[in-house]
């Protein structure tokens, strides 16, 4: 039955991951901002009236293992510092599903948390992508000595549809049905995205 955490806000450190699950009067999660450390996973679950994550951003993401955010139906706000800093980790488990928009997926978090960035980093300034439309191959261009670790491709339901470490400067799409599609470059520190069209 609780609607707050308040009364907790001494805590600053937890062991072996936070799960934050099935507490359906819950509003908010303020009473662990000074939670700076978790130790496992992060889990959000099942918390129908809780709308932000505001109050757990100031874990750090090298505490987190992984993190399950799902089943919140009224959850929208999760871009928080610590989940972006988390989702920025290559090869970070994340596994969000089931909330309002704006926290339906990694995909609408990750793009939400681009928003925190600043200078903001422009994904035409270091990447050209063509054909546009295209078809079978997809060219890229590096622009600004940009680099390439690992290019993930989305489909517009945030699902995960090509994942590829590159070896050169195009990949193959002739798998892809005709559609609008998110692709993402890794590089050393960040991730930028695009869009391209199929048909």
Do not use: W
């Not at 993401?61 to 980790?89: K, P, R, W, Y």
């Not at 948390?113 to 261009?141: M, R, T, W």
Request: hydrophobic share 40%.
């Amino acid at each position: 039955q609780l609607t707050t955490l308040s009364g907790v806000e001494g805590l600053t450190t937890v062991n072996d991951g936070l799960f934050i699950n099935s507490n359906f009067e819950l509003e908010n999660v303020y009473g662990l901002n000074n939670v700076t450390l978790v130790g496992g996973k992060l889990m959000i679950k099942a918390n129908n009236k809780l709308t932000t994550l505001n109050g757990l951003g100031n874990i750090a993401a090298e505490s987190i293992d992984s993190i399950n955010i799902s089943g919140n139906l009224m959850l929208s706000t999760c871009h928080v510092q610590s989940v972006c800093d988390f989702i920025a980790t290559p090869d970070a488990v994340v596994y969000i599903v089931d909330n309002a928009e704006g926290c339906n997926n990694e995909t609408e978090v990750d793009s939400a948390c681009q928003s925190l960035n600043v200078p903001e980093l422009k994904f035409g300034d270091y990447y050209s992508i063509y054909p546009v439309p295209a078809h079978d191959k997809l060219q890229i261009s590096v622009l600004n000595g940009a680099v390439m670790n690992s290019i993930t491709v989305y489909n517009q339901f945030g699902q995960k549809v090509i994942f590829i470490k590159p070896t050169g400067t195009s990949i193959d799409i002739s798998g892809l049905n005709p559609g609008l599609y998110i692709i993402e470059i890794q590089d050393n520190k960040n991730k930028l995205r695009g869009r391209f069209i199929v048909r």
